[in-house]
């Protein structure tokens, strides 16, 4: 919190998310257990010292009928909780979609959404949130952004064509998803009384090179919204507002200082992102929360480069808003080489 409030923490604090289930990035725990020859119940998360985390509820517009409806030899038929109709081969990582639950335009007039005061939605959250708190993390509470969760109802091709010419349908489904998620929200936070550290909207909006969309129609179809849910979490008594998405974001960062927004993760270097900047530019109005290449230096393993790229970074923490961290930690990054990483924070980020 000393970091989030740009005083001077007594070290840099780390945010990074390790893999444990079975399926992509989960080697690398495997891989470091080995390492530090550990048993399976000791995990990266622990042992590094990570303070924080974020904590999700079941916040899908239709969780009640979620889950598996059939099976096809080795396949699977189930819904998510957000109403598409997945198939996945037994063992697989990824699953494809069958149908989403709105297939036309026309298909959101007949959508009712569940309740976002239902108890059931929070009863794992509730657990999660004491778990992180007795392991001594701080824990965030966090919800799906509007762009990100009305993708998974439409799919994200017919939505980037909805947001070109079927503007009345977008304005529509794009309010509704942001005061059922802003519901979400009150809801998370009232419960695990996650007010003073705050909220993450997780809104994954860009590629590598750009975003998704144009700033403008950022601005015409999103800010609005954000503006409306920032204004409603902060009168209730939220603290902080933070933003997630991967890729470059920086055409949008005007834009997420106007709607309220107040922190920036995960900031990926290889795409532009670079923190003394942008730090120049915005001073105080962002913590930023990452800065570290988890796609190209750390899986090299080059130790010189690797101290080269942390270094400013630690020197720019030294006086708060920043929690260093990458995307995350995947099975491209050795045991070994996150072990340094580790060891040059131990080493410069002691304040």
Known sequence: MDAIEFRRPDRLPRWDNFYISEGYGSEFTSQWQTLKNVSSDVLPVDYYDIDMSEVVAHEGILYKNSGAVSKDGENELFYDQ???????????????????????????????????????????????????????????????????????????DRLLMDMAVEEKFCHELFTRVSEFLTQIALESLRRADTWEAGIWVCDDSANKLTPMFSPAMWEKYFLPNYKKMTDTLRAHGCKNIFFHSDGNIAPFLDLLVEAGFNGLNPLEPRCGLDLVKLRNRYGHK???????????????????????????????????????????IGDDISPETYDYYISLLEKYAEY
């Open 82 to 156: 957000w109403g598409t109709l997945l198939r996945q081969r037994q063992g697989a990582t990824f699953s494809e979609t069958i149908k989403n639950v709105l297939e036309t335009c026309d298909d959101l007039d007949a959508l009712e959404f569940d309740d976002p005061t239902d108890d059931q939605r929070y009863d794992e959250y509730l657990l999660e949130i004491e778990s992180e708190r007795k392991a001594g993390r701080l824990p965030f509470s966090k919800i799906g952004g509007i762009y990100c969760r009305s993708q998974f109802m439409r799919r994200e």
């Open 286 to 328: 962002f913590v930023f929360f990452g800065g570290v290449c988890n796609t190209e230096i750390l899986p090299r393993g080059d130790k010189k480069e690797i101290e080269a790229h942390v270094r400013p970074l630690i020197e720019l923490g030294r006086d708060g808003g920043l929690i260093i961290g990458s995307a995350s």
